[in-house]
């Protein structure tokens, strides 16, 4: 049985999942990448102390819940950039109780295949939000060595990302066999050049000229993204009207080739308000909707939608 069919057998999960103790992970299966460069200058980073530091004397302090941000104040486009703390509570709430599972494991499949055991990879995740898929990936590794970098626009997913990732890890330092966590632009990546063999961009914002940039040649981009009938039972709720969606593109962005594209489609049943709330909490539709629209979200004890997304692999030209 496939996964999409198995999580449609088990219907809908309850939201006391969410709670669930973290997996730990093989600690040495799982580290940190190191690759960063000063997002001011561009020169590599070196950590010291608690420190990143640059060979220009540019400094930024690793924070107490074990992230660092390399995003400067002149590069934000609002005092609060990415999704609000409601939105990452919200998000973290809905994916931990399992509601995405076959997406992350279509994910892990796409990335782990064609590791062998004892292999070796550098990894970004490009607006990790708080860290759900690269901690199923680094779940999935098994004896593939990955060193890990998540990093997001939004301070409150990364946060809630680091903070997990230290309770996961017994509270320890955000050095133990964790993943690197950044507050950070795919504008701008703060990442050395040629120093990744993986890139995903999980319902993110690509800037493609970036990821090609930081891929090694023959590196891997992973794209994930919404397809037409996305959740649409619920923006039919929110909306007067759903616009006609583009098709997807069959060509690859400059800088890469097309290797692959899958479909992953499976029913939710969501049984309570709090889940159709965070569900909706979770997606660009809260503020894009009018104020009707929301009302009309607020009132619903249950739906049923449909998860429809597409997966595509590309590989740097470069």
Not at 42 to 68: E, M, T
Request: a neutral charge; proline letters at 7%.
């Amino acid at each position: 049985m496939n996964q999409a069919a198995d999580f449609k057998q088990r219907g809908t999960l309850e939201r006391n999942e969410a709670l669930a103790v973290p997996q730990r992970i093989p600690w040495m299966a799982i580290t940190p990448f190191d690759a960063l460069a000063c997002p001011l200058d561009g020169n590599p980073l070196h950590c010291q102390d608690g420190v990143w530091r640059c060979a220009d004397g540019h400094s930024f302090d690793i924070a107490r819940q074990g992230y660092v941000n390399l995003l400067p104040v002149q590069n934000k486009r609002s005092r609060d950039p990415g999704d609000s703390k409601e939105m990452v509570a919200a998000r973290s709430r809905f994916l931990a109780a399992g509601f995405y599972d076959p997406i992350a494991e279509a994910v892990n499949a796409a990335v782990l295949g064609d590791m062998a055991p004892g292999q070796h990879a550098c990894c970004l995740d490009a607006g990790c939000g708080e860290g759900h898929y690269l901690r199923s990936l680094a779940s999935a590794a098994g004896a593939r060595h990955l060193s890990l970098l998540g990093l997001d626009i939004s301070k409150w997913a990364v946060q809630a990302a680091a903070r997990r990732a230290l309770t996961a890890h017994g509270g320890l330092t955000a050095d133990s066999g964790a993943s690197r966590w950044v507050v950070g632009s795919n504008a701008r990546l703060p990442v050395l050049s040629g120093t990744l063999d993986q890139v995903l961009c999980l319902f993110g914002f690509p800037v493609y000229p970036e990821f090609s940039r930081v891929l090694r040649p023959g590196g891997m981009l992973l794209q994930v993204d919404a397809g037409q009938d996305h959740l649409r039972e619920l923006r039919q709720v929110i909306y007067p009207s759903l616009k006609p969606e583009r098709p997807p593109e069959d060509t690859a962005p400059p800088g890469f080739t097309l290797q692959h594209q899958q479909h992953l489609r499976y029913p939710l049943t969501l049984r309570t308000a709090d889940l159709v709330a965070d569900l909706l909490a979770m997606t660009p539709h809260l503020y894009r909707a009018s104020h009707e629209g929301r009302a009309r979200a607020a009132a619903l004890t249950s739906i049923r939608v449909i998860v429809d997304v597409r997966l595509t692999m590309f590989r740097s030209a470069t």
